[in-house]
């Protein structure tokens, strides 16, 4: 559509997870108009955090030290792991401020059509942190979507054999939501899911 450089640089934004061609559009002609735009800072922030950051040697957590924040928290509560997907997920459940435990992060799901099998994820890991003994609780935090649910299923059977407590976040309506669009997979679970008031 446009010429050179200029459709390479859409083209390039376009490939990141979550932006389509309008958005990476909008974003090349937002660096094109905007003067006061610090493009060779953007660069060098790249740059950097390609250098510096890795995954955490524990959790599998973003850290630009070999184990991440919450790993060396000192206050955390060693006694429970929190399993999810992404680094993103922890992310997700520290704005809540509600979890004080740990982190176990998979780096993804097992996705049979995507090829992704438990051999793929950090499960070999996360058994090895659970054999001290000093872990009571195992939280399974994966999506609640096809792939997720594969994961929690074969993560809840493996752990079944250790005197763990396994346990899934709940999941059902969201605030705000109306009964009626609903579906049934998700009014179903609230019903599971009710507890007294």
Same mark, same amino acid.
């Given at each position: ?29 937002? !660096? +094109? ?8 800072? +953007?660069?060098?922030? &790249?740059?950097? =955090? ?11 957590? =973003? ?5 991440? $924040? @919450? ?7 060693? $006694?429970? @792991? ?27 799901? !097992?996705?049979? !059509? ?8 950090? @499960? ?33 059977? &493996? ?5 763990? $407590?396994?346990?899934? +976040? ?8 109306? &009964? ?15 507890? $007294?008031?």
């Amino acid at each position: 559509m446009y010429d050179g450089i200029v459709q390479d640089l859409i083209d390039e934004f376009g490939r990141l997870p979550g932006i389509g061609p309008k958005s990476a559009q909008r974003i090349t002609f937002h !660096i +094109l108009q905007s003067p006061n735009f610090d493009v060779s800072h +953007l660069a060098e922030l &790249l740059a950097v =955090v390609r250098e510096k950051v890795r995954f955490c040697e524990v959790c599998g957590n =973003v850290s630009e030290q070999e184990r991440c $924040s @919450i790993c060396r928290d000192p206050r955390r509560n060693v $006694s429970l @792991i929190c399993v999810v997907e992404d680094a993103k997920d922890v992310a997700a459940i520290e704005r809540t401020r509600e979890f004080r435990g740990l982190y176990h992060v998979l780096g993804g799901a !097992i996705s049979p !059509i995507a090829g992704v099998g438990p051999d793929d994820l950090r @499960i070999t890991q996360l058994m090895q942190r659970l054999a001290d003994g000093t872990v009571q609780e195992v939280i399974l935090a994966t999506n609640p979507n096809l792939e997720g649910e594969a994961t929690a299923t074969y993560l809840s059977r &493996l752990l079944h054999s250790l005197e763990i $407590s396994v346990t899934r +976040l709940a999941s059902g309506l969201p605030v705000g939501g109306d &009964l009626e669009y609903a579906d049934e997979v998700t009014l179903g679970r609230a019903f599971e899911g009710r507890r $007294s008031i």
